[in-house]
């Protein structure tokens, strides 16, 4: 099944924004006015990284929940419920271990009031065409993850849907399994009586992205919002290392940790904990990035450094906007460059190395920057976590509040700028910390 982009609209997202009320009262933005045309045909990736609300506009596709503003449409009619047009394919498998492989793969026919006759007969053709022949009363314990994903399939193409709709369905699977599965739903989607009209899966993985689709919607993050729509002009099967694959590939690298993901942050004065969120990176992990940037000769790609090292790109931008946060790196179009600063950071000695990341992350991290401002304010020096908690929870969910504040105390007290106490929840300020920052803003 080729897609020409011609097709008849089978959905449309028109403006669409998502917003949750944080504990606090405050507005979380997901998604921020989402413009997207599904049609008959069509293979589409919505591909972003972490927080960039992908799955939860697949969930808004699959009328799972409602927008708080703009419309979706099947064949025209807005939705108000799930989608009649719509079968999802989830993570984490989502089999009833109750029920045998048939009777999961009926399970949506039941909720249609489909007769049982009917129903075993539609349920028994779905296993045969995912290849699960012989395992109709196996239970879901007995099955290896590759084979609980067929099921998965098998309970979604039951239903002859309009849309396929895939939640990462291969990220929980091993990596050779889940390049099995990707070839094989390539080759069911290519054969004439494929029992469904448009698939739409979400991924955080390029390649994959590449290799399944004919178009790749790139989100960006915080809020959500759409930032490319690239066709893939290349015939199926593809071959990843064809300078065309390849060249996509970089180029979508490059929107992903482009200067609007991947920058420097904003002067001190400017940024606010909740404007310039910490990046969820170790210390260790973000220095291990700059130093193999520096013993590469001070410039790396991207896309060469995830291929050398199996990073997924959700495993690696972390790190690389924390070192970028801090100034030790600067990103632009997927080719990260050592700075001068994180030239000394990893050359340096360890204890000359903490006064330097000490330096930057009291500087450049804004929540870092904010934490030791209230403690030098305390009388004695010493703040609760909660209190920095609460403020954090105005602008994050209660996890990413938390999130930020571990990431924080974790820099910090590697920094020495202060010490955290778990058992009292209290923040106390580092005294030869103090002294010197006293010292250097004087200066």
Request: with cysteine.
């Amino acid at each position: 099944m080729t897609s020409t982009g011609t097709g008849a609209v089978l959905l449309e997202v028109d403006r669409v924004g998502m917003s949750f009320t944080g504990a606090a009262g405050d507005t979380l933005r997901v998604l921020d006015a989402i413009d997207l045309t599904l049609r008959d045909g069509e293979f589409v990736a919505l591909l972003g990284r972490s927080g960039s609300g992908k799955s939860t506009l697949l969930r808004t596709i699959a009328g799972l929940i409602a927008p708080t503003s703009g419309h979706v449409r099947y064949r025209g009619t807005e939705l108000d419920g799930a989608n009649p047009g719509a079968a999802l394919v989830f993570q984490s498998f989502a089999l009833m271990p109750w029920l045998t492989v048939q009777d999961n793969v009926e399970l949506g026919l039941v909720a249609r009031g489909v007769p049982p006759r009917q129903r075993s007969r539609q349920a028994l053709a779905a296993i045969d065409l995912i290849g699960l022949d012989g395992f109709e009363t196996a239970y879901p314990k007995e099955l290896s993850g590759g084979m609980r994903q067929r099921v998965g399939f098998a309970r979604a193409l039951v239903l002859e849907p309009d849309l396929l709709l895939m939640d990462e369905p291969f990220s929980a699977l091993d990596v050779l399994t889940a390049e099995n599965l990707r070839t094989e739903l390539v080759n069911l989607w290519e054969t004439d009586d494929f029992p469904t009209k448009c698939v739409c899966i979400v991924t955080h993985n390029i390649e994959e992205a590449v290799l399944l689709a004919d178009r790749v919607v790139v989100l960006g993050a915080n809020p959500g919002r759409i930032i490319a729509d690239i066709a893939v002009p290349m015939d199926r099967p593809r071959d990843r290392r064809a300078p065309g694959f390849e060249l996509l590939v970089d180029q979508i690298y490059g929107l992903l940790t482009g200067r609007d993901t991947a920058r420097a942050a904003p002067e001190p004065d400017k940024s606010t904990p909740t404007a310039t969120p910490l990046p969820d990176a170790s210390v260790g992990g973000l220095a291990g990035l700059v130093e193999l940037v520096y013993t590469s000769g001070g410039r790396v790609d991207l896309a060469d450094v995830a291929d050398d090292l199996n990073f997924e790109i959700d495993d690696l931008l972390p790190l690389v906007d924390a070192a970028a946060l801090l100034g030790f790196l600067t990103v632009d179009s997927g080719e990260v460059t050592l700075t001068d600063i994180g030239a000394r950071f990893t050359s340096a000695d360890i204890q000359a190395s903490k006064q330097i990341f000490a330096e930057q992350v009291r500087h450049r991290a804004p929540l870092v920057r904010t934490i030791c401002q209230g403690l030098r304010g305390s009388t004695d020096g010493t703040l609760r976590a909660s209190f920095f908690l609460d403020l954090l929870r105005r602008g994050f969910s209660r996890e990413d509040a938390q999130r930020q504040l571990d990431t924080a105390i974790a820099w910090g007290r590697y920094a020495e700028l202060y010490d955290y106490d778990a058992d009292d929840d209290e923040i106390t300020a580092d005294e030869a910390a103090a002294e010197f920052a006293d010292v250097r803003d004087g200066w």
